[in-house]
């Protein structure tokens, strides 16, 4: 398969030239590996922790292990021999120099505890999910998205992408198998990623007994996508107790699986709502999980507004995330029932983002933005994310901006 650049290469490259220790984190198969080993070319040793008798070694004598393997060293899978971290934390503090140590982990439920407490200070941590947008595309470098002019002006040169492209690539995922030369079967890639996942992350890394029932979970998750969480009800629907709902959905969420987007809240506001929203951050898994079965039937469906949501806020906490830093993203709604999907709180300013599956939604769509003045906060410029062709204001502070912008 052709490499495909990833926007966080830039940030990746910048981090490298600071820590002496660079850690990647984020789900299966979203290309971690791959993005190091071409950044490092023939510059340093590769070990892989999946082999077994490499992680036998690693965890039974770490020591030797760092004699054996030498850095400047490309280390995958970290979290399988967490024993190494201590060692590394003293290998470090001997030579500082930057770059020495590349990692990458799967999952951060049992990992970043140890991270943390061995590296803290020493580390660089970035996040990579599967395939934005831009990246699929091949532009992958842009700042995060941020309605701003100078944000917007950008992304001008944006390859134009209508609702039948867009749902494709909802329906069709992230991941990087998935858009490489050879074509592959959509279920099975799915089925074969949730069974790894269950069975070496949620059973083996994670202590999960009930393999069933945290498919129900998932299962359920996915089908509420896009919309308030009420974790009471997904527990009692999928028949688990609200402790165990709880701590399973930590565990998506630490493993890269969900994003759990929080309601904004001033100590000026006392009136808004405290249930944040789940959104999947692979439409392509999600659409899996809720068994819809091409692009088609799925634009049709009563959950295609979902998915739309879903898609776009997860092509934002991409643009945020794999530009190294934190997605400052929130959303609205008081106990008024005035709602705004994205809130992004930069600069001390609040800009509002209403996001609707529509060619020809208006200003009616950003009606409730003027609710956030109620917040005491200054706001900035809003925008209207649509299957729309082209950029336009709305009002002098708010523009209507096509999904492909993102």
Not at 1 to 14: D, I, P, V
Not at 73 to 90: R, S, T
């Amino acid at each position: 398969m052709n490499y495909r650049t990833r926007t966080l290469e830039q940030f990746f490259s910048r981090a490298t030239e600071q820590f002496p220790v660079v850690l990647v984190i984020g789900p299966r198969q979203v290309g971690k590996t791959t993005l190091l080993r071409h950044l490092a070319g023939e510059s340093r040793t590769y070990v892989t922790l999946d082999d077994p008798l490499v992680r036998a070694l690693a965890r039974q004598d770490p020591a030797l292990f760092l004699q054996r393997f030498q850095p400047p060293l490309l280390l995958d899978e970290v979290q399988y021999a967490p024993e190494l971290l201590i060692y590394i934390k003293m290998q470090v503090d001997r030579d500082r120099r930057p770059g020495s140590f590349w990692l990458t982990g799967s999952q951060q439920f049992h990992l970043m505890k140890g991270v943390s407490e061995s590296l803290a200070g020493r580390v660089g941590i970035l996040t990579l999910l599967g395939f934005s947008q831009r990246e699929i595309v091949g532009a992958p470098f842009a700042p995060p998205f941020w309605p701003t002019p100078d944000n917007l002006v950008s992304r001008d040169g944006s390859r134009p992408t209508g609702m039948r492209q867009i749902f494709e690539q909802i329906w069709r995922g992230a991941f990087p198998a998935l858009w490489g030369d050879v074509k592959i079967d959509h279920g099975l890639f799915y089925g074969s990623f949730v069974q790894t996942y269950l069975q070496r992350d949620v059973r083996d890394l994670a202590n999960v007994g009930d393999e069933n029932g945290f498919l129900r979970f998932l299962r359920g998750c996915a089908a509420r996508t896009g919309q308030m969480l009420n974790l009471q009800d997904l527990c009692r629907d999928v028949d688990i107790n609200h402790a165990t709902g709880k701590r399973w959905l930590s565990i998506l969420e630490s493993s890269g699986i969900v994003y759990i987007l929080q309601p904004f809240h001033s100590n000026i506001s006392k009136r808004l709502i405290k249930t944040p929203k789940l959104y999947f951050l692979d439409t392509g898994l999600a659409a899996w999980l809720t068994q819809w079965s091409t692009p088609e039937t799925l634009e049709a469906g009563a959950m295609a507004g979902a998915f739309f949501e879903t898609w776009v806020v997860s092509e934002v906490v991409k643009s945020w995330w794999h530009n190294g830093r934190e997605a400052p993203i929130f959303y609205y709604r008081d106990r008024d029932g005035r709602e705004i999907d994205l809130v992004i709180h930069q600069d001390g300013q609040l800009c509002p983002v209403e996001i609707k599956r529509s060619a020809t939604a208006g200003r009616e769509a950003v009606r409730h933005f003027h609710a956030l003045e109620s917040l005491g906060l200054p706001i900035g410029p809003g925008a209207l994310i649509s299957i729309g062709d082209t950029r336009l204001p709305l009002t002098p502070t708010i523009q209507a901006i096509p999904a492909y912008y993102l």
